[in-house]
């Protein structure tokens, strides 16, 4: 059970938020994404008039990345080393379906819809890097990229990324290597499968607690956000 606390109405059908620390980025019911404070219930907007729907809006070490609307995409970027900028990407190539800051803010690394992943520069959306995955690698990965995130550890420098046909991989963009990553993560603390946990998108509801001393709750539809503290157990 959670307590009455602060609320912001949201925009309907969109079901991600992002947690930055003491405040939260999500799509207000106008339309604007912003980033909400819900110790003051107060709201900065970041951008407006967001096209629907929301396709990627998270939160690494490096920043925030938005995607929004399935054509003529929108892609913004809030890096934290310059945490007051919102900016506006220009970037014309293929739909995103996933992507990723990376820890330094220098990367933008994104799963496109044409099969193809391609590493962004941050500061202006220009593309640094592509391939075709299916194309590369001895032909051992299969299907579209569903999602995608930044290796680390012993993957450092690559974008590790999965597919709709299960097949988990690896691109090391600096010298252009393709490999496929065995499954069964159980092999050691190496595997990278631990990566998606963050990645993968949330279904029809979720319940988490986050950096604040609050939960969050929000569902696909749900006409408002809603904040309150956690009840003791």
């Not at 991600?16 to 980025?25: N, P, Q, R, S």
């Not at 951008?47 to 399935?70: D, H, I, Q």
């Not at 310059?82 to 379906?97: A, D, K, R, W």
């Not at 099969?115 to 640094?128: K, N, P, T």
Request: proline share 4%; hydrophobic share 40%.
């Amino acid at each position: 059970m959670m307590r009455s606390g602060a609320s912001l109405p949201g925009r309907s059908d969109e079901r991600f938020i992002a947690d930055d620390g003491d405040v939260i980025i999500a799509v207000r019911d106008d339309g604007a994404l912003v980033e909400w404070l819900p110790e003051r219930n107060d709201c900065v907007v970041l951008f407006k008039e967001l096209p629907k729907p929301m396709v990627v809006l998270r939160t690494s070490n490096g920043g925030t990345l938005c995607v929004a609307g399935y054509t003529a995409q929108h892609l913004g970027v809030r890096l934290r080393r310059n945490p007051t900028n919102y900016c506006t990407l220009s970037y014309g190539g293929e739909s995103i379906q996933d992507g990723e800051i990376d820890d330094a803010g220098i990367w933008v690394g994104v799963a496109c819809r044409d099969r193809h992943l391609r590493i962004l520069d941050a500061d202006d959306g220009s593309v640094v890097a592509a391939v075709s995955y299916e194309k590369s690698g001895n032909r051992k990965l299969r299907g579209a990229a569903t999602h995608c995130t930044f290796g680390r550890g012993g993957y450092a420098g690559r974008l590790i990324f999965a597919t709709s046909d299960g097949h988990i991989g690896s691109w090391n963009w600096k010298d252009a290597t393709i490999e496929r990553i065995a499954e069964d993560a159980t092999a050691g603390a190496s595997r990278p499968a631990y990566c998606f946990a963050a990645s993968l998108r949330a279904s029809c509801w979720f319940q988490r607690r986050t950096t604040l001393p609050y939960c969050v709750q929000a569902a696909v539809g749900c006409p408002a956000l809603r904040i309150g503290a956690p009840s003791p157990l």
